[in-house]
């Protein structure tokens, strides 16, 4: 139910599906655009942890990690934390 005014000051009340909600076809259209965003971005990071894991085992166990490791797991962190947001949708 929505409460409004009309010119003249009275209350209007309308009864129904608030106007600004998408219907069941941009919804499904929505969720399948959703879809595709989440299984392009999962490849992404799946392809940056390989990479990570890669650069750790090239890098000696007794030496400090580089910055580029680091830079790139946040970027894993970063790519992980919106497919989340976006799964969440």
């Known amino acids: 139910m929505t409460i409004g005014r009309l010119f003249d000051g009275r209350p209007r009340v309308t009864e129904g599906k608030n106007p600004l909600e998408p219907n069941a076809s941009t919804r499904a259209a929505l969720a399948e655009q ?12 799946y392809n940056l942890a390989a990479q990570l894991k890669a650069d750790v ?9 580089s910055l580029a490791l680091v830079k790139k797991a946040e970027e894993i962190e970063t ?9 969440k949708s």
Do not use: F, P, Q
């Open 79 to 87: 790519l992980a934390k919106h497919i989340k947001g976006l799964a």
């Open 34 to 45: 959703n879809r595709k965003a989440i299984k392009k971005d999962v490849e992404a990071l």
């Open 57 to 65: 085992e090239k890098t000696d166990s007794t030496a400090v990690l």
